[in-house]
C-alpha cells in the first residue's frame, strides 16, 4: 500500500462525531463576541465620559486634581514675577 493510498484510505473512513443542537449558534455567538472585542478601541473617550458624569466622587477627584494644578501654576507665577 503506498502513501498515496493509505491516504485515500484515511479520507475515506466515516468518523462519529457528536455535535450538539446549538453548535452553530454558539459558534456564531463566539465569532461575533470576537470579532467586537476586536474592534472596539483601546481608549473609548466617550465610554470614559460617560462613566465619569455617572459619578460623583470622579467628579470631585478631577475637579480637586483641577483645583491643585491650577494654584501649582498660580505659585510658580507667583513666585516668577517676585524673583
Known sequence: ??????????????????VSQDFAKKLMSRL??????????????QQFFGWLSGHFWAKAGLALAAAIIGFVRFVIIFCAALG
Not at 500500500?1 to 457528536?18: G, H, L, P, S, V
Not at 461575533?32 to 473617550?45: G, I, N, V
Request: without cysteine; hydrophobic residues 25%; aromatic residues 12%.
Open 32 to 45: 461575533y463576541q470576537h470579532e467586537q472585542a476586536k474592534s472596539k478601541p483601546w481608549l473609548d473617550s
Open 1 to 18: 500500500m503506498t502513501i498515496t493510498e493509505r491516504y485515500r484510505a484515511w479520507k475515506e473512513q466515516k468518523k462519529q462525531i457528536e
